[in-house]
């Protein structure tokens, strides 16, 4: 009762930002990403009727508290599905920069619910696997797939039309992306209550769930017929209004430092010298910017050019679940 899975994290162009119901992880509102090769999550998990309970390593280290309890709080959940009360081994290699808007759970929870899900003996199909891994952090149904996905919100209360969907494969499109780092500390308001806050209390927050369904509808029209520069304007457009409903909650918080307002400043100057490359922003101050091959060098050296950046990581469209 053993298995291995490798899962990608995702940026998303059209975010995902508040929750309809909080228990079952359902959105307000459909999005779209871009799974990426360059960060990713390896995961083996192994169901043993000698343990006790459940036990969960991390980079090496054990982990106890809040991580622990999410991922063994999944695991009840895929014990249910298959009808069986055995507890498990988790052991996970992270490849992305843990709470600090990479998606670190987007990756983590696609390759657990892989793993989980084929070591307790499961055989379900993408779409069932995407639902089972939004229970566990709504990102992370994304990653299931390569290339680009669409995370459908549903409309029923018990969640069952809630989860992705292929857009368009890994090998559709040679689109870009630089991640620029500029800190891997933990942010100080996680997604969740950055999500909880602006849904209750800004007022910017109608005015921004009002604008994703065309941004959605045009954004896909411009994946459809590779408009880079449609798609690009519409991902920082969205990312923009997003951002701007942390300004309007009660407490205000941003998740920008104030590189990141230089490293966007740094990508309107380039395409004001007709270098087309565009940025967006998850919960974190790190900033992902588009760009097309044929500026890969150049985008690449004037961002590490930046004071204040740590590192620029490129990566290429990604592959969905895999399993070793």
């Known amino acids: 009762m053993r298995a291995t899975a490798k899962a990608h994290t995702n940026i998303a162009l059209i ?45 090496e280290q054990t982990v106890f508290g809040e991580q622990y309890d999410r991922v063994t709080s999944f695991l009840d959940i895929i014990r249910q599905m298959a009808g069986k009360q055995v507890y498990a081994q988790v052991t996970s290699i992270n490849e992305v920069p843990t ?39 709504g990102s992370a149904c994304r990653s299931i797939y390569g290339g ?12 069952t039309d809630s989860y992705a969907v292929p857009i368009a494969p890994a090998d559709y499109w040679d689109i870009r992306v630089a991640a620029v780092v500029l800190s891997a500390t933990k942010k100080s308001v996680s997604s969740r209550e950055g999500m909880r806050r602006t849904v209750e209390t800004s007022a910017f927050f109608q005015g921004w769930l009002d604008s994703v369904a065309h941004d959605l509808a045009e954004i896909k029209q411009g994946i459809d017929v590779r408009d880079f520069q449609k798609v690009g304007e519409i991902a920082e457009a969205n990312c923009l209004k997003m951002h701007a409903t942390t300004l309007g909650a009660q407490p205000p918080f941003t998740y920008w430092h104030d590189t990141t307002l230089v490293v966007m400043q740094k990508i309107w100057e380039m395409r004001s010298r007709s270098i087309p490359v565009y940025f967006t922003i998850d919960a974190g101050p790190n900033v992902k910017v588009l760009y097309l091959p044929e500026h890969e060098t150049h985008v690449q050296q004037t961002l590490r050019n930046i004071p204040g950046v740590t590192d620029v990581r490129l990566s290429k469209p990604g592959r969905g679940i895999t399993y070793i």
């Not at 309809?20 to 999005?31: D, G, K, Q």
């Not at 307790?120 to 229970?135: C, N, W």
Request: aromatic share 10%; hydrophobic share 40%.
């Open 99 to 137: 709470a600090a808007g990479f998606a670190s759970s987007a990756s983590g929870f696609a390759a657990l619910a892989a793993a989980g899900s084929k070591a307790i003996g499961l055989h379900l199909s993408d779409q069932e696997l995407s639902r089972l891994t939004r229970r566990g952090s």
């Open 15 to 59: 975010k995902y930002w508040g929750k309809r119901n909080e228990a079952i992880i359902l959105p307000t509102n459909n999005s779209l990403s871009l799974t990426l090769d360059g960060y990713y999550t390896t995961t083996t998990v192994e169901f043993d009727n000698s343990l006790s309970k459940d036990q969960f390593m991390l980079d």
């Open 148 to 159: 680009f996905a669409e995370w459908e919100m549903g409309m029923r209360e018990d969640g």
